[in-house]
């Protein structure tokens, strides 16, 4: 009962727009207080906070952050495009198929959807407008390209479950691998289907020959040498994630550089940045600590198993369940307020009816994706509108709706065979 | 009104060299380490505690930042739905989030004594913790601080560009 009360509670001031780390940690330790006492919760409280933040292994998170706030300092956005448009542009549709895979190249040295939406969409949009590309479908293609940024590794959400539930970042990364190809595989074919029946929507482009081709891609080598040297060196097990994260990060620094695009000025700029962006992570991370002690002590996990047991629901019923909640709370709540909200409830119970905690990830952060882009929160939507104002909104969610199909058959097939997921990883 | 500007510009001032600084230098300490123990097998002595008393300066250290400019988490659907709300529920945010990090600064100056009086220290290099629980504790109250500042003057801090238009 002071579960359900608290979590109602957390859930009201969430909406109420207090920020989500403030009303996790009040609740947490409120709660917590009222069930073992005021000391053991002051005590709790401020050791979370202290081991939370004194930590070796969690500088992997400002250490990728930092990484990917180079890498779209540097503008390598505009090589990944134009190499995809070099190569794919002369086909119908191809502009929107070079956007995807741009941006799944982008996503492979950025852990952020908002960062590879907002710098793709600067990229890929004019170009596809000036070839007569319908908004509907150019739109679509980089609101769904973003959320790669989240699937493809390196990736926040992962590394920020990885942390709250102490799942190996490594093994995680990994299993993005394969969902994160089958995702842009099937946004491509996607693209395909929609060109042959709106042969209208999609023009095909000027062709480019093989010396412009080759010329096009040679420029992107620095982001397949970053992603060998991140994913690469955490697959062969030469780096623990944390020490890729600093190597990725010093070769983003040296490509920065390289490209005469930082100063120190903007150098010390994107480090407050990454500053700023660790904390605002940290202190929710913190606070979905507290409030999943809280909900601990107040028998949550025992209360939802006695439950599930109660409905004589099966493993596979539990998790559509899950799903379901998920897309009704992808409805109400951002992203990262929702994985830290409900993690803390929901991963116990997962792990306890026997799924794989790294596949269990890769499925959160799947959905994610489809609240990323769905209605009415839709963030990569909203962050599409301020970069392309003048693309009507109704439209933007319009052409978001084609790639649902996609996303939501990517869902089916990894819970249909987890295999795909835990295959990368198992090979560790 | 001129009080809180002086008083939010030098927070501002203070912190973004500290947790820029103690950020670069978590970057210099890892790669350092890596190198070390790769190319010529000598890590750095220490690295791992080193990192971690850092990550304690750097993380806490933007935390002002991060309530100063507004940067929280936050969800904004009532606000959305009901614009006549949103002052009312600005104020209730803000002074929320003044009080828990406030509270949160008690508890951990409170812990801090804690690890005092256990003389709680680093395994490797045998250094206090105790010290770094009350910086935490400080820079919660700086950050409770920020919260209230943000109620009453806005400062979205400085602003990334990135892409093609720069």
Same mark, same amino acid.
């Given at each position: 009962?002071?579960?359900?009360?608290?979590?109602?509670?957390?859930?009201?001031?969430?909406?109420?727009?207090?920020?989500?780390?403030?009303?996790?940690?009040?609740?947490?330790?409120?709660?917590?207080?009222?069930?073992?006492?005021?000391?053991?919760?002051?005590?709790?409280?401020?050791?979370?906070?202290?081991?939370?933040?004194?930590?070796?292994?969690?500088?992997?998170?400002?250490?990728?952050?930092?990484?990917?706030?180079?890498?779209?300092?540097?503008?390598?956005?505009?090589?990944?495009?134009?190499?995809?448009?070099?190569?794919?542009?002369?086909?119908?549709?191809?502009?929107?198929?070079?956007?995807?895979?741009?941006?799944?190249?982008? $996503? *492979?040295?950025? @852990?952020?959807?908002? /960062?590879?939406?907002?710098? &793709? %969409? +600067?990229?890929?949009?004019?170009?596809?407008?000036?070839?007569?590309?319908?908004?509907?479908?150019?739109?679509?293609?980089?609101?769904?390209?973003?959320?790669?940024?989240?699937?493809?590794?390196?990736?926040?959400?992962?590394?920020?479950?990885?942390?709250?539930?102490?799942?190996?970042?490594?093994?995680?990364?990994?299993?993005?691998?394969?969902?994160?190809?089958?995702?842009?595989?099937?946004?491509?074919?996607?693209?395909?289907?929609?060109?042959?029946?709106?042969?209208?929507?999609?023009?095909?482009?000027?062709?480019?020959?093989?010396?412009?081709?080759?010329?096009?891609?040679?420029?992107?080598?620095?982001?397949?040498?970053?992603?060998?040297?991140?994913?690469?060196?955490?697959?062969?097990?030469?780096?623990?994630?944390?020490? $890729? *994260?600093?190597? @990725?990060?010093?070769? /983003?620094?040296?490509?920065? &550089? %390289? +490209?005469?695009?930082?100063?120190?000025?903007?150098?010390?700029?994107?480090?407050?940045?990454?500053?700023?962006?660790?904390?605002?992570?940290?202190?929710?991370?913190?606070?979905?600590?507290?409030?999943?002690?809280?909900?601990?002590?107040?028998?949550?996990?025992?209360?939802?198993?006695?439950?599930?047991?109660?409905?004589?629901?099966?493993?596979?019923?539990?998790?559509?369940?899950?799903?379901?909640?998920?897309?009704?709370?992808?409805?109400?709540?951002?992203?990262?307020?929702?994985?830290?909200?409900?993690?803390?409830?929901?991963?116990?119970?997962?792990?306890?009816?026997?799924?794989?905690?790294?596949?269990?990830?890769?499925?959160?952060?799947?959905?994610?994706?489809?609240?990323?882009?769905?209605?009415?929160?839709?963030?990569?939507?909203?962050?599409?509108?301020?970069?392309?104002?003048?693309?009507?909104?109704?439209?933007?969610?319009?052409?978001?709706?084609?790639?649902?199909?996609?996303?939501?058959?990517?869902?089916?097939?990894?819970?249909?065979?987890?295999?795909?997921?835990?295959?990368?990883?198992?090979?560790? | 009104?001129?009080?809180?500007?002086?008083?939010?510009?030098?927070?501002?001032?203070?912190?973004?060299?500290?947790?820029?600084?103690?950020?670069?230098?978590?970057?210099?300490?890892?790669?350092?380490?890596?190198?070390?123990?790769?190319?010529?097998?000598?890590?750095?002595?220490?690295?791992?505690?080193?990192?971690?008393?850092?990550?304690?300066?750097?993380?806490?250290?933007?935390?002002?930042?991060?309530?100063?400019?507004?940067?929280?988490?936050?969800?904004?659907?009532?606000?959305?739905?009901?614009?006549?709300?949103?002052?009312?529920?600005?104020?209730?945010?803000?002074?929320?989030?003044?009080?828990?990090?406030?509270?949160?600064?008690?508890?951990?100056?409170?812990?801090?004594?804690?690890?005092?009086?256990?003389?709680?220290?680093?395994?490797?290099?045998?250094?206090?913790?105790?010290?770094?629980?009350?910086?935490?504790?400080?820079?919660?109250?700086?950050?409770?601080?920020?919260?209230?500042?943000?109620?009453?003057?806005?400062?979205?801090?400085?602003?990334?560009?990135?892409?093609?238009?720069?």
């Amino acid at each position: 009962m002071t579960a359900a009360l608290g979590l109602a509670l957390v859930f009201l001031l969430i909406m109420a727009r207090v920020p989500v780390g403030v009303a996790m940690l009040g609740v947490g330790f409120a709660g917590f207080a009222a069930v073992v006492g005021v000391r053991p919760a002051s005590f709790m409280t401020a050791q979370t906070a202290f081991a939370t933040i004194n930590s070796y292994s969690l500088s992997v998170l400002p250490l990728f952050l930092l990484m990917g706030n180079l890498i779209n300092r540097s503008r390598i956005s505009v090589e990944l495009y134009d190499a995809a448009h070099a190569c794919l542009g002369h086909w119908r549709g191809g502009l929107a198929q070079a956007t995807i895979l741009a941006c799944g190249g982008f $996503a *492979a040295i950025s @852990g952020s959807s908002m /960062a590879t939406t907002a710098s &793709m %969409a +600067r990229v890929a949009y004019p170009s596809m407008r000036r070839y007569g590309y319908a908004d509907i479908l150019s739109a679509g293609s980089i609101a769904a390209g973003g959320t790669l940024g989240i699937l493809i590794p390196p990736s926040v959400v992962l590394l920020v479950y990885g942390i709250l539930t102490e799942t190996s970042i490594s093994k995680l990364f990994i299993a993005g691998i394969v969902p994160g190809i089958m995702a842009v595989a099937l946004y491509m074919l996607t693209i395909a289907v929609i060109v042959r029946l709106r042969p209208d929507w999609g023009p095909a482009a000027a062709r480019s020959d093989w010396v412009a081709r080759r010329a096009a891609v040679a420029k992107v080598w620095p982001v397949l040498a970053l992603f060998l040297l991140v994913m690469g060196g955490i697959y062969g097990g030469i780096f623990t994630p944390t020490e $890729a *994260a600093g190597g @990725g990060a010093l070769g /983003a620094l040296m490509f920065a &550089m %390289a +490209r005469g695009v930082l100063t120190l000025r903007s150098f010390g700029a994107v480090l407050v940045e990454t500053a700023v962006t660790s904390a605002m992570i940290f202190f929710v991370i913190i606070g979905a600590m507290v409030l999943g002690n809280f909900l601990n002590v107040a028998g949550l996990p025992r209360m939802l198993r006695e439950l599930i047991s109660a409905l004589n629901l099966s493993p596979l019923g539990v998790m559509a369940v899950i799903c379901l909640i998920y897309v009704l709370l992808g409805m109400v709540l951002e992203s990262m307020s929702m994985i830290l909200l409900t993690i803390p409830i929901l991963f116990p119970i997962v792990v306890g009816l026997g799924f794989d905690p790294v596949w269990f990830g890769i499925l959160i952060v799947m959905v994610v994706e489809l609240a990323l882009i769905s209605p009415p929160i839709g963030l990569n939507v909203y962050l599409l509108r301020s970069v392309l104002p003048h693309i009507p909104l109704r439209r933007i969610f319009a052409g978001v709706f084609l790639f649902l199909i996609p996303d939501l058959l990517k869902l089916a097939l990894i819970i249909a065979f987890p295999a795909l997921v835990l295959w990368l990883p198992s090979m560790m | 009104m001129r009080a809180v500007a002086g008083l939010s510009r030098l927070l501002t001032t203070v912190l973004q060299p500290v947790v820029a600084l103690t950020l670069f230098a978590i970057l210099v300490v890892m790669v350092a380490d890596v190198f070390g123990r790769y190319l010529f097998n000598r890590p750095i002595r220490g690295a791992y505690e080193i990192t971690e008393f850092l990550m304690c300066l750097m993380v806490a250290g933007a935390l002002p930042l991060v309530s100063l400019w507004g940067r929280h988490v936050e969800a904004s659907l009532v606000a959305d739905l009901a614009p006549r709300l949103t002052p009312a529920l600005f104020w209730v945010a803000g002074v929320a989030s003044a009080l828990v990090f406030g509270y949160l600064a008690i508890l951990l100056w409170g812990y801090g004594g804690q690890l005092s009086r256990q003389n709680a220290q680093s395994l490797f290099g045998g250094v206090p913790r105790a010290p770094f629980a009350r910086y935490m504790a400080v820079m919660c109250a700086l950050a409770a601080l920020a919260s209230a500042i943000a109620l009453i003057r806005h400062d979205p801090g400085p602003q990334l560009p990135e892409g093609r238009d720069e």
